[in-house]
């Protein structure tokens, strides 16, 4: 997870984007933090799912499959950067901005660092879910499984041989999660 600042304010997207190249940040409740590198495991199974994704949506042309770089402003003020995010086409139709997207997205996905606390990662999971997001996969590398989040419903827990499915959000979309830890 990120190591907090001691900075509560505002920030505008133009102050976000020229904070300094060295690492990856999210912004919580006006609070900035520094996420610090994962693992070698955590970035296998980001790079595996990316990439299955990626393939998967472009050959469909159904939107756009975004890295864990990638910041999403949400109306509160808050940014996100999930390890993984879908966002529909027609819900970009001016095509992907240069900034920040100001949308939440269709599927977004958390990849569990041995660093990640369980406090903020239901805090996470609550808040991607009220701002719109539709499906939430969290993937724990440590017990090579993965817990599905929907907005309304109890969440699910899968492990191999299960897999991960897009659902109504990615339909047609599915991962072993063996490939994922394989």
């Keep these: 997870m990120g190591v907090a600042t001691a900075t509560h304010r505002t920030w505008t997207d133009d102050e976000l984007l020229a904070l300094p190249g060295d690492g990856k940040y999210e912004l919580v409740e006006g609070e900035l933090h520094r996420m610090t590198p994962a693992g070698g495991r955590h970035g296998a199974v980001v790079t595996s799912l990316l990439a299955r ?50 949308t939440a997205p269709d599927l977004a996905v958390e990849v569990l660092s041995p660093t990640d606390r369980a406090g903020e990662t239901a805090h996470k999971v609550a ?11 969290v993937i724990d590398v440590e017990t090579a499984s993965g817990v599905v989040y929907r907005p309304g419903a109890p969440p699910r827990t899968v492990r191999a041989p299960g897999a991960l499915d897009g659902e109504d959000v990615l339909p047609g979309f599915s991962c072993p999660l063996a490939a994922l830890f394989g």
């Design 53 to 102: 994704m990626h393939v998967f949506v472009s050959e469909r042309s159904l939107g756009h499959v975004f890295d864990g770089q990638t910041g999403f402003r949400f109306p509160d003020g808050n940014l996100r950067s999930p390890d993984i995010a879908f966002v529909a086409r027609e819900r970009l139709p001016e095509g992907v901005p240069l900034g920040f997207l100001h």
């Design 127 to 137: 808040e991607y879910l009220s701002v719109g997001v539709r499906l939430l996969w």
